[in-house]
């Protein structure tokens, strides 16, 4: 990925400038006012457990007293930085700015902390009010735009370089232009069969998603992928030979073991139209874009209330709802990752809502997003055996008026 | 009721007590750490920490809902709601201290639809100008649905009164405080710890009361010195250990001359100004006066840095990290404040607790062992 090479250039010349800032809710467009790249550590974690070198890492960062039940991808983050591992060999530089835009995990707070301690860059925290309320208020929006402008100043400070406010605008519109080509592709998923799987699918376009969305890179990438994927429809092509099950996946997945679990869903030709994992960065199905005509404001609003980390558990329930409804789906697989509390902290009493208030097959399977160790295979392809079964058993007893 | 009763009292009977004395009055039960219990109170209403259930209750229904690795404390306080257990409560307040503690607010507001539930941003960036103005808003929101749930306005007296009952009672906390660890072989732990806890539950003339006497006792008072070492203990800020084990501790050789327990009713360093402007001086309060621990965010001074000077200025010898099983926030911290404590050679020890354990053996000889290599050294 060009990225990474641009990381690794970084990283040797200190030229571009580095933000370290976690995916949700990111503010990638305010960088792009700087020329800045940004730093995934989720996505450095997340490449380290997809290519199966996630463990070393955890253990090592175990080691220095991170607890078994401490978010793995922190502990992998951490781990590989100490060690001098990199997901793709390359060097990573030491950030610029240490930018924890915090919306709605608790345990951003924490990694990016100790990313600051140990790498001794330089710490901002932007606060993101956590939507307890249908909409965000007016103080929400002031608060955020203020510490956007802190942000500004605290750059310029840090890089050297006037902010491009003008730059900062047109990567605005570049990126409503991609959420509007992405929308439209997370749309086509409503056609039956569905041209690609809208969680396994879509988790591998959210690198280009959230590196490249406020760039002309990005706009191209996302309207060609779009092109392709409304020929499928033409052509009636689905993901598998055949869509016997249209599910909706809530949480992350299981990295270390992605293909394991994907030919575990495959197998019984379901494919997933709708997702939540896939909307950490931005929720823009429903019609949230930002604006250029009001670059703050709209950066401001896209943390606050179109990322799914930082709504409320039961906006959350609304989202899948509306994918069960609008998108047609079978079913819910709600995956608990270990790791991740934001997620998964509650998804038994989600069940419940499912399963018992809308009377929707429900999935309930345990898991993690990083640690290889938490992954029973044989227990999972039971779960997922089992529960297809019966959904088959149920598709074929329902009558077509049900 | 002793304070030891009142803390293990799953009915609630000081709640339901000053309900029937107080008639349509109305409690608010909080999620333990960082409630502006004073806007609570200047509504008329009577505030309440909750601390869990201890080992009062057996989980029947929240395990299913909140799965594996979530703290015990997460889970007893919905399974109380699903029992019955919070029939006192009128509402309920929850805030951004913790993932686990905020999905349940949410999970608490759709199974039980009919109480008032919300839920507090606090703001996690102290070095913003623009912080003080958005937690303003924050609590005159709060202050606005209590209103309107309670039917009462809040004025600036009213929260000027709240705010001196409050500023008398945590002072009388940091007195005793400091007076255990001028003499913890006078007022030990295990006294003070259910003495300050009884405040989660009492209204607050009646807690400050309570304070007052004990600290009137103790020059009256001899106690017998021990072989023990002087400990901080630090972790255990919202689920809490059970007394047992707090007493297992002072007998296995630990005058504990700090603690981080039950930070609900004694959260801030110093008292909330009276300034005329009463929210403002709340607001400011959390974001300058306001005791760190593991849940509260403010990267101008790391939470390491404000330990190793606890253990200092209480001259204590050891830091025992008491950490509730699956609290992530502690479990994180516990990695820094480990660095921080090594390079300073101060000794630790992590122990770590659920609120419904009840064997201390295995502890009880971590400690004793600890306490040996200290005192022996």
Redesign the interface.
């Known amino acids: 990925m060009k990225w990474y090479e641009t990381l690794n250039e970084a990283a040797e010349t200190q030229e571009p400038p580095t933000v370290s800032m976690m995916i949700s809710g990111n503010c990638v467009e305010l960088l792009e006012g700087f020329g800045a790249v940004p730093i995934y550590p989720e996505v450095n974690a997340l490449q380290l457990a997809i290519r199966h070198q996630s463990l070393d890492p955890i253990l090592f960062a175990e080691e220095?007293?991170?607890?078994a039940?401490?978010?793995a991808y922190?502990k992998a983050d951490i781990g590989a930085y100490l060690k001098g591992i990199t997901p793709t060999g390359g060097k990573l530089p030491k950030p610029t700015l240490v930018l924890c835009n915090?919306v709605?995990?608790?345990?951003y707070?924490?990694?990016f902390?100790?990313v600051?301690?140990f790498t001794g860059a330089p710490?901002?925290?932007?606060?993101v009010?956590?939507m307890?309320?249908a909409d965000p208020?007016v103080?929400?929006i002031?608060?955020v735009v203020?510490?956007l402008q802190?942000l500004v100043k605290l750059l310029e400070g840090l890089t050297g370089r006037k902010f491009d406010y003008d730059r900062f605008k047109e990567a605005v519109r570049y990126s409503a232009r991609t959420e509007e080509v992405w929308s439209n592709i997370k749309h086509l998923a409503r056609s039956s069969p569905s041209p690609f799987d809208a969680y396994f699918d879509a988790i591998t376009l959210m690198g280009p998603l959230y590196v490249y969305r406020g760039k002309p890179e990005g706009v191209e990438f996302f309207e060609l992928a779009l092109a392709e994927l409304e020929e499928k429809v033409e052509r009636h092509e689905g993901v598998n030979d055949q869509e016997k099950f249209r599910v909706v996946i809530e949480g992350p997945p299981p990295y270390p073991h992605f293909r394991t679990f994907r030919d575990m869903f495959a197998k019984w030709q379901a494919c997933a139209v709708a997702s939540t994992y896939s909307t950490v960065g931005g929720l823009w199905e429903f019609g949230a874009r930002h604006d250029p005509e009001k670059p703050f404001e709209s950066v401001a609003l896209h943390m606050l209330a179109h990322n799914v980390t930082n709504r409320?558990?039961?906006q959350r329930?609304d989202q899948i709802k509306r994918y069960v409804e609008e998108w047609g789906a079978d079913g819910v697989i709600i995956h608990?990752v270990?790791s991740?509390?934001?997620f998964?902290?509650?998804?038994?009493?989600m069940r419940?809502?499912f399963t018992k208030v809308l009377g929707v097959p429900t999935l309930y399977i345990?898991s993690d997003l990083e640690d290889p160790r938490y992954f029973s295979e044989a227990q999972l392809k039971n779960r997922i055996d089992a529960y297809f079964e019966a959904l088959e058993h149920h598709k074929m007893t329902a009558s077509p008026s049900d | 009721m002793i304070n030891e009763d009142i803390i293990s009292d799953l009915n609630f009977s000081t709640v339901r007590a000053w309900k029937d004395q107080h008639s349509g009055g109305k409690a608010i039960g909080y999620f333990p750490v960082y409630a502006p219990v004073e806007l609570i109170r200047a509504c008329g209403m009577l505030p309440v920490g909750l601390n869990g259930a201890g080992d009062q209750l057996d989980i029947q229904y929240a395990d299913a809902r909140f799965g594996s690795f979530i703290c015990s404390i997460v889970k007893t306080t919905l399974e109380m709601g699903l029992t019955d257990h919070l029939a006192p409560f009128d509402g309920l307040l929850f805030s951004s201290i913790c993932d686990s503690a905020r999905n349940l607010c949410f999970v608490m507001k759709r199974n039980f639809p009919d109480m008032y539930i919300d839920f507090l941003h606090l703001p996690h960036n102290p070095s913003s100008a623009s912080s003080t103005e958005f937690l303003i808003s924050e609590y005159r929101r709060l202050q606005q649905g209590l209103e309107a749930m309670n039917g009462r306005r809040v004025t600036d007296d009213s929260l000027n009164e709240a705010i001196i009952l409050y500023n008398e009672n945590r002072s009388l906390s940091r007195m005793l405080y400091d007076e255990r660890a001028r003499q913890p072989h006078v007022l030990r732990t295990s006294e003070l710890y259910p003495l300050v806890r009884a405040g989660n539950f009492l209204p607050v003339e009646e807690h400050t009361a309570l304070l007052r006497q004990t600290l009137e006792t103790l020059g009256s008072r001899s106690g017998k010195q021990r072989d023990s070492i002087r400990i901080v203990i630090e972790g255990s800020f919202c689920e809490q250990p059970p007394l047992d084990l707090i007493k297992i501790l002072e007998e296995a050789g630990c005058y504990i001359v700090d603690d981080d327990f039950v930070l609900g009713p004694r959260w801030f360093l110093e008292d909330v100004p009276l300034n005329g402007d009463p929210l403002r001086s709340l607001a400011d309060s959390y974001l300058n006066r306001a005791v760190y621990s593991s849940v509260r965010h403010d990267f101008r001074k790391p939470r390491h840095k404000a330990l190793l000077e606890k253990v200092h200025r209480r001259q204590a010898q050891a830091v025992i990290l008491l950490i509730a099983k699956f609290c992530e926030p502690a479990y994180f911290d516990y990695v820094l404040f480990k660095q921080e404590l090594e390079k300073e050679n101060v000794p630790h020890l992590l122990l770590e607790f659920e609120e419904k354990m009840f064997t201390f053996e295995r502890l009880r000889t971590e400690v004793e062992t600890f306490v040996e290599s200290l005192l022996f050294d």
């Open positions: 220095l007293g991170y607890a039940d401490n978010c922190v915090f709605g995990c608790n345990t707070l924490k990694w902390e100790h600051a301690e710490l901002y925290t932007l606060d009010p956590f307890r309320t208020s103080a929400d002031k608060y203020s510490q802190e409320n558990y039961l329930y608990f270990k991740c509390r934001l998964s902290a509650g998804q038994g009493d419940d809502y345990e």
